[in-house]
């Protein structure tokens, strides 16, 4: 818990109590408890790599163009649901995170992305994905980033899928490029390399 914001209510009710009591002794504790959360409390805004609403319009545009209505996306975790809004394309990473079949599924992504490329696409062929939204929030590093949660903060392997997406897609055999823009870019998954 970043900001303590979890425990306000908690905080809120046990502050309520000490300062209606009588006893001295209580209402210093509870206003030093105060005084140490609010000190200890991080009031910067969290390090975020999000795309802004303008960096979707492009590739929402695309996605509902250039692709079958059936198509099947794959995509992270916190884009799907972008695209199942604006496209009506199926999704495999859906947001509901209290799911732990999705919470299983999103840790396999990692693990794949982080692998090597027949990792990936053995995941994304499992999952039946016609598309592969690569975005570099991939590469990103910091403790909120997909990286720490895959455990991955350490140098990447350079024929990782990941850096594959990243720096050189005209090597992968199961993925083609069909789209790309500056923070995206789609590819398609081959049935056969």
Not at 104 to 117: D, K, N, P, S
Not at 146 to 160: F, G, I, S, T, V
Not at 174 to 187: D, G
């Amino acid at each position: 818990v970043i900001r303590y914001f979890t425990f306000l209510g908690f905080a809120a009710a046990v502050l309520a109590a000490g300062i209606i009591t009588r006893r001295i002794w209580w209402k210093l504790i509870v206003i030093v408890a105060t005084v140490g959360q609010l000190m200890a409390l991080n009031g910067q805004p969290l390090e975020r790599q999000q795309p802004a609403p303008d960096e979707y319009r492009p590739i929402v545009k695309w996605l509902g163009e250039d692709t079958p209505t059936n198509a099947i996306l794959l995509a992270a975790i916190s884009e799907s649901p972008v695209f199942l809004a604006h496209t009506g394309r199926r999704i495999i990473m859906h947001s509901k995170f209290e799911n732990q079949r999705i919470r299983e599924r999103y840790r396999e992504m990692l693990e794949a992305i982080y692998g090597g490329e027949e990792q990936f696409y053995e995941f994304a062929h499992r999952y039946g994905a016609d598309y592969f939204v690569y975005d570099v929030g991939f590469l990103h590093g910091g403790p909120e980033s997909r990286r720490y949660k895959a455990d991955k903060m350490e140098r990447l392997d350079p024929n990782c899928a990941a850096m594959l997406f990243e720096n050189q897609p005209d090597r992968l055999r199961h993925f083609r490029l069909e789209f790309s823009n500056a923070r995206f870019t789609v590819f398609r998954v081959l049935t056969s390399p």
